[in-house]
């Protein structure tokens, strides 16, 4: 799944409110200001009762627009996360992600391989175009999280708790992911490689590893 144009929706609708409100509460602030300097200059004057009585009304609107804009977002938020989250009932692929510090596992349980780190190189975690991927994930030691800057997607591994995410990867390609939680002193150097191959590049690479693991 590519998040990315999910989450981007969410920025544009982020920012305008964020302008908005942001101009509303500079306009009250130099409301305030100019009003209390008035009435440092007219301290004589004292404030009508219909003035006494509109400050409470203009208060409780403020908080009734504040509270409908902050339930919008949350359910606005809510529902691209839960499109996010949604895992496919029929993946194409299946892969667990193992972390610990500070490397990656990559499993493929349907198809029998693994891919795994060896000496200095990032693990690579290898997938087919085009195809939904449905990851599990875990943490063996403290908090990781699997992220890939180019899909803008992250997620936070937990010991003792599996994490379920899908993601695709519409065209062939080679990309970088890292852990996106500091883990320790090597915590820069825990990344991976992502390679999107074409179906058949894919296939071939599972029949390989599996050529590996029988040798």
């Known amino acids: 799944m590519d998040t990315r144009r999910d989450y981007l929706s969410l920025q544009d609708l982020y920012l305008p409110i964020a302008i908005a409100v942001w101009v509303l509460f500079t306009a009250v602030v130099v409301f305030a200001v100019v009003r209390r300097r008035r009435r440092d200059d007219e301290q004589s004057e004292v404030a009508s009762p219909d003035a006494r009585r509109s400050a409470p009304k203009l208060e409780v609107a403020y ?3 504040l509270t409908a804009v902050a339930i919008f977002l949350v359910a606005t938020t809510f529902g691209v996360m839960d499109r996010a989250d949604r895992v ?17 596992r990559f499993e493929y349980p349907g198809l029998g391989v693994v891919s795994a780190s060896t000496g200095d ?23 990781h999280a699997f992220w890939v800057p180019e899909r803008r997607f992250k997620r936070d591994l937990f010991v ?23 883990c320790g002193l090597n915590h820069g150097s825990m990344r991976f490689n992502v390679e ?11 029949a390989e590893r599996r050529r590996e693991g029988d040798a």
């Open 63 to 65: 908080v009734i627009g």
């Open 88 to 104: 496919s009932a029929s993946p194409g692929v299946q892969v667990h992600a193992i972390s610990s510090r500070w490397q990656w």
């Open 121 to 143: 190189r990032p693990t690579s975690l290898v997938v087919p175009a085009d195809t939904t991927i449905h990851f599990t994930g875990t943490a063996r030691d403290v908090i």
């Open 160 to 182: 003792g708790d599996t994490a379920r995410w899908k993601l695709m990867w519409p065209q062939t390609g080679f990309f970088g992911g890292e852990c996106g939680e500091f």
């Open 196 to 206: 999107v191959l074409d179906g058949a590049a894919f296939r071939e690479w599972v």
